[in-house]
C-alpha cells in the first residue's frame, strides 16, 4: 500500500508562513489533498488535487506538489489555524485513499 | 448542502457487534458515489476501513477488518451502513462516514459526524 508520510509536528509565530509537507513515492505524479482537523471535529477539506481551494477556504492557503514531496503552505498564519493537517492520495492499485499520518500545527 | 447524518457506535464487549449508519441529505447530484468508513483512534490519525462503489457491486476492506465487518449500502434510502462483528479492543476509534469525488483522483467531499464506538469488557 502506498506510503505518506508527514511530520509530527510545525510551529510557526503569528503572521508568518506555515509549510507542512507530505513525502511519498513519485507523488508529483497523483492529486493530493489536504484536510484541517480541530479538536472534537471532523476534517474540512482546505486543499483538493494540489493547489484548488473549495469554497470558503482563505486564499492563504495553497499547496504544490512535485517529484516526491507535496507542501501545504499556510500563509500569515493565524490562531485559528491551529489544528490537526492530513495529506490524502487515492491509492488505484487498492481502490482507497491512502491518509498521511498528520501534522499538528502550533501557533506560537 | 449535502450532509452525512450517523448513528449507532456506542459500547460493545470484545467479541460483540454493533452496526453503524449513515444517511445522505439534501443529495443534489443524480449519480450513486462512492462512499468509505474512515475511522479515527484516540488521539491518533485517520485510517480507511473500508470502501463501497456506486451501486455495491464492489467493496474493499482494511486487511485489519477483514472478514469482521461489512459495508452495505441502500441506495433508496441514501443510507450507508457499516455491520461489525467480533469486535476488538483495538477497534475503539470514532467512525466517520465519507462521500467521496472526483478531482484529479477520489478525496472526501463530505464527512459524517462521526461516531464514537468503545470496544471494553
Known amino acids: 500500500s502506498y506510503v505518506l508520510t508527514q511530520p509530527p509536528s510545525v510551529s510557526v509565530a503569528p503572521g508568518q508562513t506555515a509549510r507542512i509537507t507530505c513525502g511519498g513515492n513519485?507523488?508529483?505524479?497523483?492529486?493530493v489533498h489536504w484536510y484541517q482537523q480541530k479538536p472534537g471535529q471532523a476534517p474540512v477539506l482546505v486543499i483538493c488535487?494540489?493547489?484548488d481551494r473549495p469554497s470558503g477556504i482563505p486564499e492563504r492557503f495553497s499547496g504544490s506538489n512535485s517529484g516526491n514531496t507535496a507542501t501545504l503552505t499556510i500563509s500569515r498564519v493565524e490562531a485559528g489555524d491551529e489544528a490537526d493537517y492530513y495529506c490524502?492520495?487515492?491509492?488505484?492499485?487498492?481502490?482507497?485513499?491512502?491518509f498521511g499520518g498528520g501534522t499538528k500545527l502550533t501557533v506560537l | 448542502e449535502m450532509q452525512l447524518l450517523q448513528s449507532g457506535g456506542g459500547l460493545a464487549q470484545p467479541g460483540g457487534s454493533l452496526r453503524l449508519s449513515c444517511e445522505v441529505s439534501?443529495?443534489?447530484?443524480?449519480?450513486?458515489?462512492?462512499m468509505s468508513w474512515i475511522r479515527q483512534a484516540p488521539g491518533k490519525g485517520l485510517e480507511w476501513v473500508s470502501d463501497?462503489?456506486?451501486?455495491?457491486?464492489?467493496?474493499y476492506y482494511a486487511d485489519s477488518v477483514k472478514g469482521r465487518f461489512t459495508i452495505s449500502r441502500d441506495n433508496s434510502k441514501n443510507t450507508l451502513y457499516l455491520q461489525m462483528n467480533r469486535l476488538r479492543v483495538e477497534d475503539t476509534a470514532i467512525f466517520y462516514c465519507?462521500?467521496?469525488?472526483?478531482?484529479?483522483?477520489?478525496?472526501?467531499?463530505?464527512w459524517g459526524q462521526g461516531a464514537l464506538v468503545t470496544v471494553s469488557s
Open positions: 490524502q492520495v487515492w491509492d488505484s492499485g487498492n481502490d482507497h485513499v491512502v
Open positions: 465519507a462521500r467521496l469525488a472526483y478531482r484529479g483522483n477520489y478525496y472526501v467531499a463530505y
Open positions: 513519485n507523488i508529483g505524479t497523483k492529486s
Open positions: 488535487d494540489d493547489n
Open positions: 463501497i462503489s456506486s451501486y455495491g457491486e464492489n467493496t
Open positions: 439534501n443529495v443534489t447530484s443524480r449519480t450513486y458515489a462512492m
